[in-house]
C-alpha cells in the first residue's frame, strides 16, 4: 500500500491488486466526538448522497451514477470509540469494462469532488431547504422506526444508563430530538467544518495507476488541519452495579449486561479470543449452555469493544427466566476465570476468528473499512501480524481477560404492567 499526504490532515492510502473487478474509493473524515454536532453531520451524510449543485434534482443524481456504469455510492456515519467519522463510499466497475475505453476511474473522482466540494445550497441558508427537509423527514421516521426493534432499543437504553459522558451513548445519527432542531444551515456548517477540520483518509483499491489518482486528488480544494484522534476512552469503574428495569408492550422480553472490561491495548487481541469463547460465536460458552443445553434464551450473544473497553451481553428471552439466565451467565463467567479452558477450545475459538478475518479480505469494502480504521487507531497491524497475533494468545491470557470483567450495569425490558412504572435501583 502507497501512503501519500495530500495536505497535512489529508492522506492517500492506494492499494493496487488485481484481485477484483471494481475499484472501490472509500473516503472518511473523522472528528472528536464530543466537539461535533453528530446529527448535523448524519444529516449533511443524506443530502450528499441525494442531490448536488450539478446534479440538483434525484433524477439527475440518480442519472450521473448510471452513466458512471451503475456505480454504487454509499453515505453514512460510523462512531468509532470516542471518533465521530463521515464516511463516503463510490464503487466503480474497472475500466476494463467500459466499452469506448475511457477513464472510469477519474469520473469517479470528478463525480465525487462535485458531490463534496459544490453540495445544492450556499452558505448563507445551507442545504436546499425543501431537500434537506425530506431527508431529515426520511431519516426522523427510520429513527422511529429503529425504536420498534426492541433488540436495538434495549441496547441504546443500556448504553445511555451506562456512559457518565452522554455523548459516548450516542449512535452515529444521534438522537431523535436534536435531529429534529437540526436546520439546513447547521448541516452545511457541520459538513464544511468537517471539509476543513476532520482528518481525511481516503483510500483506493484496486487495479489502479497511482498517479493517475494522486494527480487528480491534489487538485481537490484541500485545506491543511491538525487534528488529534484518540478512538479508546474509559470510564472509572463503578463501585456497584446499576440495575434497571423498564416496561413495554413487548412479546419477548430483553436483557443487556454492560461489563467494564480495562485491558491493555496490547492484550485486546486475548480480548477477541475471550469474547468469541465466551459469547461472540455460535460455538461460544453462552450459546451452547444458556441458549442450546438450558433453553433459557432465544438469543444470547457478547460483544467487546476494545475502544470503551467494554463487554455487551443481550440476550432474547421469556420474562419469567430473566434470574435464571443472569445466574448462568454469571456461573460461566466464574468457570472462565476460576477454570482454564482446554487446548482445543482454544484452537477451535482460534481457527474461527482467523476464518472470519481471512473470509474479509476478500471482500473489498472490509479491506478499505480496515486501512481506515487503523488510521484512526494510528496503528498499523499486517494481515499476517494480526493472525499471529491472535494465534499467540494463550489459556492464560483468555483467563488474564476473564478475570479483568466487572459487572457494572443490568437492563432489563419486560412486559408492561399499568400497575408499575418505570424504576431504576442500585
Given amino acids: 500500500m502507497i501512503n501519500q499526504k495530500l495536505q497535512p490532515g489529508v492522506t492517500l492510502h492506494t492499494q493496487t491488486t488485481q484481485q477484483f473487478a471494481t475499484t472501490q474509493i472509500l473516503i ?12 448535523s453531520r448524519a444529516l449533511a451524510m443524506n443530502m450528499l448522497e441525494t442531490v448536488s449543485a450539478k446534479y440538483a434534482t434525484q433524477t439527475k443524481f440518480a442519472q450521473a451514477l448510471s452513466s ?52 445544492l445550497g450556499n452558505a448563507q441558508t445551507g442545504f436546499d431547504v425543501t431537500v434537506f427537509e425530506r431527508q431529515k423527514e426520511i431519516a426522523l421516521d427510520e429513527i422511529a422506526g429503529m425504536e420498534e426493534d426492541k433488540a ?5 437504553h443500556a448504553l445511555q444508563a451506562y456512559f457518565d459522558q452522554p455523548a459516548f451513548a450516542l449512535p452515529a445519527f444521534g438522537s431523535a430530538p436534536k435531529m429534529a432542531q437540526t436546520t439546513a444551515l447547521s448541516a452545511w456548517q457541520a459538513w464544511f467544518n468537517a471539509l ?20 487528480a486528488l491534489q487538485d481537490w480544494p484541500w485545506q491543511a488541519r491538525e487534528i488529534a484522534l484518540d478512538a479508546y476512552f474509559q470510564q472509572p469503574q463503578k463501585n456497584t452495579s446499576l440495575i434497571i428495569n423498564e416496561q413495554q408492550a413487548v412479546v ?62 443481550e440476550a432474547g428471552l421469556e420474562q419469567n427466566q430473566l ?34 478475518f481471512t473470509t474479509s479480505l476478500d471482500q473489498p469494502n472490509r479491506i478499505t473499512e480496515r486501512i481506515v480504521m487503523q488510521q484512526i487507531m494510528q496503528q498499523t497491524t499486517s494481515e499476517a501480524q494480526w ?21 457494572q450495569l443490568t437492563y432489563a425490558l419486560t412486559e ?11
Wanted: proline fraction near 3%; charged fraction near 20%.
Fill in 252 to 313: 419477548q422480553a430483553r436483557l443487556v449486561q454492560i461489563y467494564d472490561l480495562k485491558i491493555t491495548r496490547e492484550q485486546r487481541f486475548a480480548g477477541y479470543v475471550f469474547n468469541a469463547l465466551f459469547g461472540g460465536l455460535a460455538i461460544s460458552r453462552l450459546f451452547m449452555n444458556v441458549r442450546e443445553k438450558a433453553g433459557l434464551a432465544y438469543s444470547i450473544y457478547s460483544d467487546y469493544n476494545p475502544f470503551s473497553a467494554t463487554l455487551l451481553i
Fill in 323 to 356: 434470574e435464571q439466565v443472569q445466574q448462568l451467565i454469571a456461573s460461566q463467567l466464574t468457570n472462565l476465570q476460576q477454570q482454564p479452558i482446554t487446548e482445543i477450545e482454544l484452537a477451535m475459538i482460534k481457527r474461527l476468528l482467523i476464518a472470519d
Fill in 387 to 407: 493472525i499471529s497475533a491472535v494465534n499467540a494468545v494463550t489459556i492464560n491470557d483468555v483467563q488474564m481477560v476473564s478475570q479483568q470483567v466487572v459487572l
Fill in 152 to 156: 436495538y432499543m434495549a441496547a441504546r
Fill in 196 to 215: 476543513a477540520n476532520d482528518q481525511i483518509d481516503i483510500v483506493v483499491l484496486g487495479d489502479v495507476d497511482d498517479a493517475i489518482i494522486l494527480a
Fill in 416 to 426: 408492561k404492567d399499568p400497575d408499575e412504572s418505570i424504576h431504576a435501583s442500585n
Fill in 68 to 119: 458512471l456504469y451503475g456505480a454504487s455510492l454509499d453515505t453514512y456515519p460510523v462512531n468509532v470509540g470516542g471518533v465521530h467519522t463521515l464516511r463516503i463510499s463510490l464503487t466503480l466497475v474497472h475500466d476494463v469494462f467500459v466499452e469506448d475505453m475511457h477513464s472510469l476511474l477519474t469520473e469517479g473522482l470528478n463525480f465525487l469532488r462535485e458531490i463534496m466540494f459544490n453540495p
Fill in 28 to 39: 472518511n473524515l473523522a472528528h472528536p466526538k464530543l466537539t461535533v454536532d453528530v446529527e
